[in-house]
């Protein structure tokens, strides 16, 4: 930690800090220079005391912190890049993943048919969503148990390892059974409880990033599952809010980028989301994978003018065939391969 | 609903779409511009299957809406202002509630202490958190049950009702019996089934607005509460996450005057969050009362530099009580009164 | 500055650090953590070059400036607050001024009927646009030399300085002749040549926050006029842009806050822009009053449904005159008057 | 236009509403709903006046514009793709262009060593700043004239047109002398009257998005050039100011791939001003690569850790190199070339 006074500090104030940070178990070093005085502070931040409150001292200007919050999947302590085993499939490894599927289930004809055909064209594990968050009470909300129990029909019809998302705690174990993947929605990356709840299945779990998430934020809400001794962590950016509508969401491939270098853990893009349109699910797929995505997560449905949920981001079974074909050059070029 | 055709549209795509229109249970009508078609949609957009989802097909533009989506709140259906009961204080009525205390309760003498200053000073609810939602899982989270018990004792001690958040599902009855009112925390705004469980108590319910929540998002989110036959919600402003760094969030008091012409439910602000310094807790205050909130959430602690979560903004004794003294004119100008 | 270098730093790294920030001009204090190893700078940061640029060193992690970057506006030297006098109207002091009238200037009659119009209800100041930066070409661009000969026939006939918005270098000087004080409109805010132009006339300027500016931004802004010479500046905030559509822009009035505490000049706020709806003027404004704020400026249209720019946030006379008297009881109750 | 009246608006209401339609030059089409009525008015919105300002009337809850208000260079009216040549290189054709150069002008050495570096690695035109925006005042405002000598001696000497920002009307003359291609800076997006001036030298210009510019006021911007009878204008996506700090800038691709479907202009990214640091500009670049972008803008310096400007996020010679070999395979990917 850094501790700035305001300016024209007295020897008073600066040994009535220096006080502060001993009792806080650190060891201060004074710098007095010709406008400011600072404190710099030594001392194992995860082992004390944090000092962020001495900012609300009179003679304290600001506390800046100068070590991450999160270690266990910091690339300082693990520099090599962990790999996810979801039902059989790696994610994190050489190969890049496509998850894909309908935003919701809604019949046991909608999804094994799109099970079959996102399989025919190349992904390898299957979305749909059992149990919706849906922003009104008045909108679908998922076909809950019985969505669980078709996705398990599709899985074993098309040997694709199930991705579906938990929203309550007390859900948690029935769909830890039914799923490979254990998806935690945008709207519950900050619901700490349900992460805990979630890691203790020792399930691989998809975390995707809060709307208004600050990377250090995301990797935070990581660091809550991994402490509880669950590593397998798969981190999902699918855009954040801002004041372009253009999009539904921001993409924010940088964070990806910066996820990669600060953590070890496999990081994947949503486009779907992000986009909200159909027609822009396909660039900003290609642009994920640019960036260093180790899967993405398309939303894939039999006819979507006619989807439950998210209908104008869902592409049809012809433009999922065409999106893989066209994401292969780039997948290539990224020095990665496609499973299939 | 209002459907925007594509520039050039056929007489056929035309009759494809109000096919589909019809199919949904609304009735087409359809204006042919000079540059564009627009098919309105007559029929209750809250009985009838939405027809958003028909931005999926080639020949639309864009589905706008044209109802609110919340009802059972909306002025519309509720013109007059509800008054939340909340243990003996009503909240929406003639008077300015100040609910203060602790971010976090941290020992029996400091919620003790507190409960008596902030009383003496005149808020009239206890405020302390029990369960923390800390962004980082080393951080302080809270006495827990134990902190339930305190606030029970300070609430005999003092006669003021408790309001503490709520932040797992399998804590909703503990917290319930022992708070008058059950926070939802911003980071929790959006799940739903918290929301639904907390309704399910039949206490009244703090509902603060999430860090990148629209108004109309904030305002469903009550809905949700109030569908499960719970009228007693109460609206928090607590600031949302812009671009700007000098305050900790940016408290949006337009959203308070909006929230308060569209639906019949009480607003309250809470400028130690927004402000996330004390020095700027009075100003944001003042400014709350005067664009029309009913009630104030203030943070305050015996020795704030000591405090386990949020020093920076919490006020001590002395500036609470200041704090009380400087809001009374502003209180008055707004043709309310405090309690006390 | 404080420079923070990464993990593991090499007593070579270190000493290649200290290295340079010597040929930079400052003295090097090294702390080395248990962690982290920090080189504080001692030197004044307004006397030498940055050190920021130290930041593409690969040993280092991160540099923190600790000094504020604005000087001739900042409290710390300048502690009182300043008093601009815009055409005999003092702003800053005692008296909260109030600068009313329409978006644009239209035509004689209406400019005429809205100076007496606001006159007699209160207002001290009246603006008018005689050049409009508008986001679309084929929108109303303003009346131009024409409005700025009317604004001089309405400041003759009821006797109230002029404020209205210069957008182009060439118009400055004329400009400045018609107009007590000059506004910089928020798109401009970073025009910084055309700042230091404005500055040179020695006029007054009203400096609108950008829509994306952060405090210290606007606040450096400011620097740029007072560093040319001219100290009459008056800032106004008028609403950022955030995610929130309810509202036009986002109003912060903890800038407002910070900007009174961190330097030395007056700060008005602009309810209208920021609501963007006439049923929200009003409240914004109080909310500002208590806030701090030391004017308003408010849009007053003899017939907003006719108005050719900004309709939908213009006040009518009536509804001005009720504002005016809503506002009377803030103003006492933030300690000032109106001037009539 | 659609206007959406209040609930329960009577008779009365409405024809109020359709004579004022009909007196701004449009056919109201009145369609009664179950809750709502609405008036969809047919006519050409570029020809008649604006029917927005109708929401200040008390029976209008909202007014909707149906067509785009940027025209000259919309998709509708130009489906085919533009290409702008700037000092003999095709932006927006078959070749993916790299512009690349130090964020300023410093001395002769430095861009002419950057100019042969750049050059000999693939770049087809030459950034650096002559005229610097600053935030600060205190900091480095450019050479000036002095720069605009030096790019035209590089350019001399390795043949590669040049880029550089013009800031003030005053200097556009000038600039356009020196300058290949003409940039208006993320600042002056909104500044029209430079935009006018500069689209009146008949030069191509590359106009970098505001900060918080919206992808349609972006497009406006443009339109205002073209409507001057300038069809040479390159988009540069540079990031844009969100919640996010660990990236200077938010990059937005969906903005590039909206951008390109919306209107017929080409679209370039700048990977270097929305990373804001060095080791994030490959991935960002790759990213804009796949999303479609025509072209980068790259930072590239002798010696980053001495530059005056933006030192975090330049490239030094060997790091370019390598990044425009990196490039080569999603270059090659996304059907394209490099020119060299």
Redesign the interface.
Known sequence: M?I?LR?HSTDADVRAVEQ?VREAGYEP?T??????T?V?C?????QHA?L??????PEVD?V?P??R??KLISR?THPDAAVVNAGGVAIGGPALQVIAGPCSVESREQILATAAAVRAAGATLLRGGAFK???????FQGLGDEALALLAEARAAEGLPIVTEV????DVDKVAAAADLLQIGA??M?????LERVAATGKPVLLKR???A????WL?AA??IV?RGNRQVILCER?????????RN?????????AK?ECCLPVVVDPSH??G????VL??A???????ADGLVVEVHPR?????SD??Q?LDFAAFERFMQAIR??V???GRRLSS
Do not use: W
Request: proline letters at 6%; glycine letters at 6%.
């Open positions: 850094i700035i300016p502060r070093h710098i007095r220079g010709e406008v400011r600072v710099a030594v001392g194992d931040e995860s944090s962020e409150s001495l900012v609300s001292l600001n800046l100068v070590q919050k999160y300082e968050p849906r922003t009104s009470p008045y909108e929203l309550r705690e007390g709207r519950n900050m619901n700490y409880s349900l809060g709307l208004a600050k990377v250090d934020e935070l660091e809550y402490k855009g954040i809010r801002t004041f372009e509508t253009a999009t921001t993409l924010d491939l940088g964070a990806v980028a910066v270098r992000a986009a349109r159909a027609d822009l660039p900003l290609l642009a994920a994978i640019a960036a260093g979507p003018a006619a989807a439950l209908a104008a869902q050059p780039f290539a070029a990224a």
